[in-house]
T-cell receptor, first 114, second 114 residues
Protein backbone atom coordinates (compact mmCIF):
# COMPACT_ATOMS: atom_id res chain seq x y z
CA UNK A 1 0.00 0.00 0.00
CA UNK A 2 1.25 3.44 -0.94
CA UNK A 3 2.33 5.80 1.84
CA UNK A 4 1.30 9.05 0.23
CA UNK A 5 -1.22 11.32 1.87
CA UNK A 6 -3.21 14.33 0.78
CA UNK A 7 -5.16 16.83 2.84
CA UNK A 8 -7.79 18.06 2.73
CA UNK A 9 -9.80 15.43 0.87
CA UNK A 10 -12.68 17.81 0.22
CA UNK A 11 -12.75 21.59 0.39
CA UNK A 12 -15.23 24.31 -0.56
CA UNK A 13 -13.87 27.85 -0.52
CA UNK A 14 -14.90 31.27 -1.72
CA UNK A 15 -13.49 33.08 -4.75
CA UNK A 16 -10.32 35.00 -3.98
CA UNK A 17 -9.27 32.86 -1.04
CA UNK A 18 -5.79 31.41 -0.69
CA UNK A 19 -5.57 27.64 -0.35
CA UNK A 20 -2.76 25.16 0.14
CA UNK A 21 -3.22 21.47 -0.68
CA UNK A 22 -0.87 19.30 1.32
CA UNK A 23 0.91 16.19 0.07
CA UNK A 24 3.31 14.01 2.00
CA UNK A 25 4.99 10.69 1.25
CA UNK A 26 7.04 8.48 3.52
CA UNK A 27 8.65 6.32 0.83
CA UNK A 28 11.71 8.52 0.37
CA UNK A 29 10.84 9.19 -3.28
CA UNK A 30 12.72 11.98 -5.01
CA UNK A 31 10.14 12.55 -7.76
CA UNK A 32 6.77 14.02 -6.90
CA UNK A 33 3.94 15.26 -9.08
CA UNK A 34 0.69 17.19 -9.02
CA UNK A 35 -2.05 16.28 -11.48
CA UNK A 36 -5.41 17.89 -12.15
CA UNK A 37 -8.34 15.71 -13.17
CA UNK A 38 -11.83 16.78 -14.10
CA UNK A 39 -14.60 14.13 -13.84
CA UNK A 40 -14.41 11.59 -16.66
CA UNK A 41 -11.29 13.16 -18.09
CA UNK A 42 -7.63 12.22 -18.18
CA UNK A 43 -5.07 13.41 -15.67
CA UNK A 44 -3.04 16.47 -16.61
CA UNK A 45 0.38 17.18 -15.11
CA UNK A 46 0.55 20.66 -13.59
CA UNK A 47 3.76 20.51 -11.51
CA UNK A 48 6.59 18.10 -10.79
CA UNK A 49 9.75 17.93 -8.75
CA UNK A 50 12.95 15.90 -9.07
CA UNK A 51 13.96 16.55 -5.50
CA UNK A 52 14.48 19.18 -2.84
CA UNK A 53 14.51 22.75 -4.22
CA UNK A 54 13.62 21.45 -7.70
CA UNK A 55 10.19 22.30 -9.17
CA UNK A 56 8.96 22.53 -12.75
CA UNK A 57 5.69 23.37 -14.46
CA UNK A 58 3.90 20.55 -16.23
CA UNK A 59 1.92 20.28 -19.43
CA UNK A 60 -1.22 22.04 -18.26
CA UNK A 61 -0.97 25.72 -17.50
CA UNK A 62 -1.88 26.35 -13.90
CA UNK A 63 -2.03 29.42 -11.70
CA UNK A 64 -0.91 27.35 -8.74
CA UNK A 65 2.58 27.22 -7.27
CA UNK A 66 4.49 24.46 -5.50
CA UNK A 67 7.48 24.17 -3.21
CA UNK A 68 9.81 21.31 -2.25
CA UNK A 69 11.71 22.21 0.88
CA UNK A 70 11.71 18.67 2.22
CA UNK A 71 11.84 15.38 0.31
CA UNK A 72 8.63 14.10 1.82
CA UNK A 73 6.53 17.24 1.40
CA UNK A 74 5.17 18.82 -1.83
CA UNK A 75 2.43 21.37 -1.13
CA UNK A 76 0.44 23.12 -3.86
CA UNK A 77 -0.84 26.66 -3.32
CA UNK A 78 -3.48 28.76 -5.05
CA UNK A 79 -3.01 32.42 -4.09
CA UNK A 80 -6.45 33.52 -5.27
CA UNK A 81 -8.93 30.75 -6.02
CA UNK A 82 -11.44 31.08 -8.87
CA UNK A 83 -14.39 28.88 -9.88
CA UNK A 84 -12.30 27.64 -12.84
CA UNK A 85 -9.98 26.01 -10.29
CA UNK A 86 -12.75 23.62 -9.25
CA UNK A 87 -11.35 20.16 -9.89
CA UNK A 88 -9.73 17.12 -8.33
CA UNK A 89 -6.03 17.47 -7.56
CA UNK A 90 -3.95 14.30 -7.32
CA UNK A 91 -0.49 14.13 -5.80
CA UNK A 92 1.87 11.33 -6.79
CA UNK A 93 5.41 10.16 -6.14
CA UNK A 94 7.63 7.67 -7.90
CA UNK A 95 10.51 5.39 -7.06
CA UNK A 96 12.54 2.82 -8.94
CA UNK A 97 11.13 -0.69 -9.13
CA UNK A 98 11.89 -3.90 -11.09
CA UNK A 99 9.92 -2.76 -14.12
CA UNK A 100 10.77 0.90 -13.95
CA UNK A 101 9.38 3.78 -11.97
CA UNK A 102 6.38 2.79 -9.92
CA UNK A 103 4.07 5.74 -9.43
CA UNK A 104 1.91 5.97 -6.36
CA UNK A 105 -1.05 8.32 -6.12
CA UNK A 106 -2.65 9.93 -3.14
CA UNK A 107 -6.40 9.78 -2.60
CA UNK A 108 -6.92 13.19 -4.15
CA UNK A 109 -8.18 16.57 -3.00
CA UNK A 110 -11.55 17.70 -4.33
CA UNK A 111 -11.61 21.49 -4.52
CA UNK A 112 -14.77 23.48 -5.15
CA UNK A 113 -14.54 27.24 -5.52
CA UNK A 114 -17.80 29.11 -5.18
CA UNK B 1 1.53 13.79 -31.16
CA UNK B 2 1.79 11.28 -28.33
CA UNK B 3 -1.62 9.92 -27.48
CA UNK B 4 -3.32 7.15 -25.54
CA UNK B 5 -6.77 6.03 -26.66
CA UNK B 6 -8.94 3.67 -24.66
CA UNK B 7 -12.02 1.73 -25.62
CA UNK B 8 -14.76 1.27 -24.85
CA UNK B 9 -15.48 4.52 -23.04
CA UNK B 10 -17.87 2.68 -20.74
CA UNK B 11 -18.90 -0.91 -20.21
CA UNK B 12 -21.58 -2.69 -18.18
CA UNK B 13 -21.27 -6.38 -17.41
CA UNK B 14 -22.92 -8.85 -15.06
CA UNK B 15 -21.13 -10.14 -12.01
CA UNK B 16 -19.07 -13.24 -12.76
CA UNK B 17 -18.55 -12.40 -16.43
CA UNK B 18 -15.21 -11.65 -18.07
CA UNK B 19 -14.35 -8.49 -19.98
CA UNK B 20 -11.49 -6.99 -21.95
CA UNK B 21 -10.51 -3.33 -22.10
CA UNK B 22 -8.39 -1.92 -24.91
CA UNK B 23 -5.62 0.67 -25.05
CA UNK B 24 -3.92 1.96 -28.22
CA UNK B 25 -1.04 4.37 -28.03
CA UNK B 26 1.25 6.39 -30.26
CA UNK B 27 3.80 7.33 -27.58
CA UNK B 28 7.36 7.12 -28.81
CA UNK B 29 9.99 6.27 -27.74
CA UNK B 30 8.13 3.80 -25.57
CA UNK B 31 9.29 3.02 -22.04
CA UNK B 32 6.50 1.22 -20.23
CA UNK B 33 2.73 0.84 -20.02
CA UNK B 34 0.70 0.75 -16.85
CA UNK B 35 -2.89 -0.03 -16.02
CA UNK B 36 -4.47 1.72 -13.07
CA UNK B 37 -7.80 1.23 -11.32
CA UNK B 38 -9.47 4.37 -10.05
CA UNK B 39 -12.49 4.11 -7.79
CA UNK B 40 -14.86 7.06 -7.85
CA UNK B 41 -13.44 9.93 -5.83
CA UNK B 42 -10.18 8.11 -5.09
CA UNK B 43 -6.66 8.17 -6.45
CA UNK B 44 -5.53 5.65 -9.10
CA UNK B 45 -4.06 2.38 -7.86
CA UNK B 46 -1.51 0.49 -9.92
CA UNK B 47 -2.57 -2.89 -11.34
CA UNK B 48 0.27 -3.77 -13.71
CA UNK B 49 3.33 -2.26 -15.34
CA UNK B 50 4.96 -3.70 -18.46
CA UNK B 51 8.12 -2.82 -20.31
CA UNK B 52 8.89 -3.31 -23.99
CA UNK B 53 9.99 -6.92 -23.56
CA UNK B 54 6.98 -8.08 -21.56
CA UNK B 55 3.95 -9.49 -23.40
CA UNK B 56 1.71 -10.34 -20.49
CA UNK B 57 1.48 -9.71 -16.78
CA UNK B 58 -1.10 -10.86 -14.27
CA UNK B 59 -2.27 -9.49 -10.96
CA UNK B 60 -4.91 -11.78 -9.51
CA UNK B 61 -7.96 -11.66 -11.77
CA UNK B 62 -6.39 -8.92 -13.89
CA UNK B 63 -4.23 -9.88 -16.88
CA UNK B 64 -2.62 -7.25 -19.07
CA UNK B 65 -1.14 -7.91 -22.50
CA UNK B 66 1.17 -5.73 -24.55
CA UNK B 67 1.99 -5.80 -28.25
CA UNK B 68 4.72 -3.20 -28.66
CA UNK B 69 4.80 -3.71 -32.42
CA UNK B 70 1.19 -2.71 -32.96
CA UNK B 71 1.23 -0.40 -29.91
CA UNK B 72 -1.76 -2.05 -28.32
CA UNK B 73 -2.51 -3.28 -24.84
CA UNK B 74 -5.48 -4.98 -23.26
CA UNK B 75 -6.63 -5.56 -19.72
CA UNK B 76 -8.64 -8.73 -19.18
CA UNK B 77 -10.74 -9.08 -16.04
CA UNK B 78 -11.82 -12.58 -15.12
CA UNK B 79 -14.88 -13.53 -13.06
CA UNK B 80 -15.83 -9.92 -12.40
CA UNK B 81 -16.94 -8.78 -8.96
CA UNK B 82 -19.03 -5.81 -7.88
CA UNK B 83 -15.88 -4.22 -6.46
CA UNK B 84 -14.38 -4.15 -9.96
CA UNK B 85 -16.70 -1.25 -10.78
CA UNK B 86 -14.27 1.60 -11.40
CA UNK B 87 -12.45 3.53 -14.08
CA UNK B 88 -9.50 1.69 -15.63
CA UNK B 89 -6.78 3.97 -16.91
CA UNK B 90 -4.02 3.12 -19.37
CA UNK B 91 -0.84 5.14 -18.86
CA UNK B 92 2.13 5.09 -21.22
CA UNK B 93 5.55 6.45 -20.36
CA UNK B 94 8.16 7.64 -22.83
CA UNK B 95 11.91 7.46 -22.36
CA UNK B 96 12.71 10.63 -24.20
CA UNK B 97 13.26 12.65 -21.06
CA UNK B 98 14.61 12.24 -17.58
CA UNK B 99 11.11 12.61 -16.20
CA UNK B 100 9.77 9.69 -18.22
CA UNK B 101 6.70 11.65 -19.17
CA UNK B 102 3.36 9.95 -18.63
CA UNK B 103 0.53 10.00 -21.11
CA UNK B 104 -2.88 9.17 -19.70
CA UNK B 105 -5.90 7.70 -21.42
CA UNK B 106 -9.33 8.93 -20.42
CA UNK B 107 -10.17 5.58 -18.92
CA UNK B 108 -12.85 2.97 -19.40
CA UNK B 109 -15.68 3.21 -16.89
CA UNK B 110 -16.61 -0.34 -15.90
CA UNK B 111 -19.84 -1.09 -14.07
CA UNK B 112 -20.49 -4.57 -12.72
CA UNK B 113 -24.14 -5.38 -12.01
CA UNK B 114 -25.28 -8.12 -9.65
Amino acid sequence: EADIYQTPRYLVIGTGKKITLECSQTMGHDKMYWYQQDPGMELHLIHYSYGVNSTEKGDLSSESTVSRIRTEHFPLTLESARPSHTSQYLCASSGQGASGNTIYFGEGSWLTVV
Amino acid sequence: KNQVEQSPQSLIILEGKNCTLQCNYTVSPFSNLRWYKQDTGRGPVSLTIMTFSENTKSNGRYTATLDADTKQSSLHITASQLSDSASYICVVSDRGSTLGRLYFGRGTQLTVWP
